[in-house]
């Protein structure tokens, strides 16, 4: 089945360390998106990518950064994590940047900072 | 701006009963709207969407309308069942690069 695969499901980082969370992708979809979403509220959009052209949310914070290596891959860095930074998550597809077009997610990874 | 609300959650019916779900929004344009599900530990689910005004989107027995008048896209089944228990995320988009704008999530909770 096509689908979007986000690994790990789970990680623990300390506060300050670097950590980079992964994407991947069978849809062969064009855009690429990672939201943010702590406890109890509405996911939140960090960045997207359409092909290589890389869109940041103004109000995304620099310690977030993403990759998109290839088509099928996308990561998030987060260079210097928090204790504000532990949330839930989730990476997104479409096909088009339509606002008609679906977007697809993944499991998402839940961050946990120490 | 773009924002969408919600009614406030934990909603808990018994099995059977009717549900609505509220969720009215603010957009420029023709924004295009959607009902996600998430069920506990995991990502999203589309469980509907309307791309234009007076549009029904519906799945697994679930129900929306594109009201353009009302500015709602309220959420209904005729007959919940336990395994709909979940939060469910009313949400738009509107050509801004397709970002989806949430409502703050409802969370469902049908009893046996």
């Known amino acids: 089945d096509a689908m979007v695969i986000q690994n790990p499901r789970y990680q623990v980082t300390q506060f300050g360390k670097p950590v980079t969370l992964s994407c991947s992708q069978t849809l062969n979809h064009n855009v690429m998106y990672w939201y943010q979403q702590k406890s109890s509220q509405a996911p939140k959009l960090l960045f997207h990518?359409?092909?290589?052209?890389?869109?940041n949310e103004a109000d995304t914070p620099d310690n977030f950064q993403s990759r998109r290596p290839n088509t099928s891959f996308c990561f998030l860095d987060i260079r210097s994590p928090g204790l504000g930074d532990a949330a839930m998550y989730l990476c997104?597809?479409?096909?088009?940047?339509?606002?008609?077009?679906?977007?697809?997610f993944g499991p998402g990874t839940r961050l946990t900072v120490l | 701006g773009n924002s969408v609300t919600q009614m406030e959650g934990p909603v808990t019916l018994s099995e059977e009963a009717f549900l609505t779900i509220n969720c009215t929004y603010t957009a420029t344009g023709y924004p295009s709207l959607f009902w996600y599900v998430q069920y506990p530990g995991e990502g999203l689910q589309l469980l509907l969407k309307a791309t234009k005004a007076d549009d029904k989107g519906s799945n697994k027995g679930f129900e929306a309308t594109y009201r353009k008048e009302t500015t709602s896209f309220h959420l209904e089944k005729g007959s919940v069942q336990v395994s709909d228990s979940a939060v469910y995320f009313c949400a738009l988009t509107n050509n801004q690069g397709g970002k989806l704008i949430f409502g703050q999530g409802t969370e469902l909770s049908v009893k046996p």
């Open positions: 990518y359409y092909d290589k052209d890389f869109n």
């Open positions: 997104a597809t479409s096909r088009l940047r339509t606002g008609t077009d679906t977007q697809y």
